[in-house]
C-alpha cells in the first residue's frame, strides 16, 4: 500500500476501513491524519493492485486497515527486512536507493509513476 500511493506512514497508519471504498477502488485521506500536510479530507484513487491486497485484508476486528503502532521499534526492523528481500517485476534486488526507510516507498511511486502521469496528478496523489 506504502508503495502503490505514495502516501507518508501516518496517513497509511490512520486509514479506517469506513475510508475504504474496494467497489469505488477509493481512500479517503482525512485532514487530521498523521501526514496528510494538505489538511484537507480528500478521496484519492487507488491503483487496482492495492485494492487487490486491500480486499485480502477485510474483516479485521480493528477500525484501521494497518493497526500498528508506527512508534514500536519493533515495527522498523521488520519494514527492513521487507526492503531487503523485496524484488522488481523482473526478479532483480530492489536497488539500495530504494531501501530508505518508509520515505524510500514515496519515493519509488514518484518515479514509477513521472513519466506516466502528469506531475499535479502524482503531488495530488502522494497528497503533496
Known amino acids: 500500500m506504502a508503495y502503490m500511493t505514495g502516501w507518508r506512514v501516518g496517513q497509511l497508519f490512520s486509514l479506517k476501513w469506513s475510508d475504504i ?22 478521496r484519492i484513487p487507488l491503483h487496482p493492485v ?43 534486488p530492489m536497488p539500495e536507493a530504494g531501501k530508505n526507510g518508509w520515505y524510500g516507498f514515496r519515493r519509488a511511486f514518484a518515479t514509477m509513476n513521472a513519466e506516466r502521469m502528469d506531475l499535479l496528478e502524482v503531488h495530488a496523489l502522494m497528497q503533496h
Open 21 to 42: 471504498d474496494v467497489d469505488a477502488g477509493t481512500a479517503l485521506t482525512r485532514a487530521e491524519a498523521t501526514g496528510n500536510k494538505g489538511k484537507r479530507d480528500e
Open 50 to 92: 492495492a485494492i487487490q491486497h486491500l480486499r485480502r485484508l477485510t474483516g479485521s476486528f480493528d477500525e484501521r486497515v494497518f493497526p500498528w503502532n508506527p512508534n514500536d521499534p519493533k515495527l522498523w526492523p521488520h519494514l527492513i527486512l521487507i526492503q531487503q528481500t523485496a524484488k522488481l517485476a523482473d526478479g532483480s
